[in-house]
């Protein structure tokens, strides 16, 4: 019960962590069943249709329900700590933020089980994704609207949420030029998210009135334009590739200077190149539309501002090695999946920079050099980031620590599996084997590689079996994590108890540099000096009325998808009501006296 | 500091930013209509790209709009933004009923904008311009209709406002703060139906 009222961003932060971890097993099944489809020629163990429902699922699953939850989990659970804040500026938004964003997950996977999920490929392509392609699978793609939909609420509010949180609640001395990295890219992303996401909000719900009350906007008879939702979704679409990759870019910056014990190198240059790649990620969507024929005017600038992109990056890649050259480096697990990332997202970039040539993408388009360039960047930048951040951070949030040697067998596993998987696919897509098609011919040269791919799949499995193990084990532990596990903690989450109690700091810290708690431990001190005297804190009280108002924007989707508009209406007025409710009551909170201040407060 | 003065029984000179978490309510809501801005851009894109796809038979842009009436409409809103305005002046200066009074006429305004909108649209209906009739009418209901929805929702919000205030609580800092982003709130649609105004009718007569 305390888990569903909750409105505690460490709390959340786990809510996020679960069930973001639960759709990327889902995602990954996924994965798995494709591999399995494919590990041979003509293979029969998936239909054509369920291939293509798979497919769509996999990539919708793991970008939506899987990698943003999770990297909203690390915000939520670390943002806070790294700016020295008691709270998010609106923790009852943020619990609204996680119980959309599961109402809308749990409705695209329902899909699943009422007659098909949707089957016209995560980016959703109009006109496939018009009712006129729908065949014997009719509500297919009217869940991952209404879903996504449902899913896209909880990703704006959770931005704005951070974007207030970061720039109003900052410990005194906090500057913006004294931010942890992580803390950066977390407002970089979330201010993509903040102009990117109601891109798509409009996109989707274009589609889904051409869908459910035949509107015209892509239906090219009358006067519709296909070309349209292509531009719409990826200036939306190309952004969200910056609101995964760059957190982890935070990530990699936090524990590469951790482990090196040295400071970041080029921690302005850093905070520069993450704003640059924040505004070039919006000039660059059309490349994904070379082939659309937008001529070759568009096609050179989109190519030239793409390949602009590899500067920032680079200036990235070479402050993160400068970093660790000369640093006395401690190859801990969290340590290792960021060594690891480094020339594994090297090559997704180069692989980009190839693809950002307008003329050579007519021959990468639609093949699986393309699937293997992004999945370097995402599996390879974003979830090898993520498994460093939550190895690092475990403690934190849970105070217990992962297991170094089963840390390490999911790190090889992993990464081995991982370019396995990967690597080949560059050569078969340059061999023109073509992507999101469920089968291919014996005797085109495909069939060896393929069935490395597919060994490879199996290995990233066991990675993560090993990290799940590893959880498990960890949390039949007591809870026993110092405040600074890692001993060379550098910034303001470390000076706190493991987990952090529920107000988070006693007493808000002094911040006098860059690196806080570094510079107090050079000066010989073992605490940071307090910015304000001992006395009562004030918490928001918890509300069971986010998960009210999300079942009912739940219930109100499917009313709609099925044309019951009475049981949609009902939805929209329970989530209403939970909003007029919500403006009715006061909510005073309560007051955290000082001498309670002992209790530790995370207990998952 | 001003927070403290409140506790004197002063009334803070921005009593929206009296406290923190009005603060944080201000900030946000400012964050939040640069979503609503790229959502209406969007929407505004997707209709200047389907804007001549009228289809053989069905009514122009041309033949359709009345100018008179559309330009009654928006004399009502820009007013209707000018009351705001007086409201949250009111506001500031502690004027409880003065604010009330201004609150109010800004969503009789805003209900008489409503109205006219409504009349505007059932008679297009009959006109043979429906929602499903072409890429151009689908776009032009939903362009103006989510702008008119956002109008219906300011009017809701800011009635369930004056309820509040008038019969519940008061004006507080708290309050002060709601009062503040409402009227952000029905400036930001205001000003987002200038640009339909141009772009949808004017463009729509001329070109």
Known sequence: MDWLTTVDHKKIGILYLISGGFFFLVGGLEAIMI???????????????????????????????????MIFALMNAIVPLQIGARDVAFPFVNAIGFWTFFAGGVLLNVSWFTGGAPDAGWTSYVPLATDAFNGGNVHGVDYYVVGLQIAGIGTLVGGINFLATIINMRAPGMSFMRLPLFTWTAFITSALILFAFPALTVGLVALMFDRLFHANFFEVSNGGNAVLWEHIFWIFGHPEVYILILPAFGVISEVVSTFSR???????SMVFATVLIGFLAFMVWAHHMFTTGLGPVANSLFSIATMLIAVPTGIKIFNWLFTLWGGSIRFTTANLFAVGFIPTFVMGGVTGVMLASAPADYQYHDTYFVVAHFHYVIVGGLILGLFSGLHYWWPKMFGRMLNETLGKLTFWFFFLGFHLTFFVQHFLGLMGMPRRVWTYLDGLGFDDLNMISTVGAFLMGLGTIFFLINIVTSAAKPRDAADDPWEDGRTLEWTIPSPAPEYNFAQTPLVRGYDAYWKEKMEGKNAMTPAEPLGPIHMPSPSILPLILSIGLFIGGLGFMYHHTIVGIIGLLITFGCLFTRSLIDDHGFHIEPDELHDKGVKA | MSAHSHADGQWPHEPEKATLEGRNKVLGFWLFLGAETVLFGTLFSAFLALRHQVGEGNPTPNEL??????????????????????AVQAMHLNKVKPMLIWLLVTIVLGLGFLGLEIYEFTNYVKEGHKFTTSAFSSSFYTLVGFHGAHVAFGVLWIGLLIMQIAFKKGLTVTTASKVYVAGIYWHFIDVVWVFIFTVVYLMGKVG
Request: charged share 10%.
């Open chain 2, 65 to 86: 709009f009345e100018l008179p009436m559309v330009a009654a409409a928006t004399v009502i809103l820009l007013v209707s933004s000018l009351t705001s305005v007086f």
């Open chain 1, 262 to 268: 040295k400071r970041l190198f080029g921690y302005s």
């Open chain 1, 35 to 69: 591999r399995i489809q494919l590990w041979q020629p003509e293979n029969h163990f998936v239909s054509a249709d369920t291939y293509n429902e798979l497919l769509t699922m996999h990539g919708t699953t793991m970008i939506f329900l899987a990698a943003m939850p």
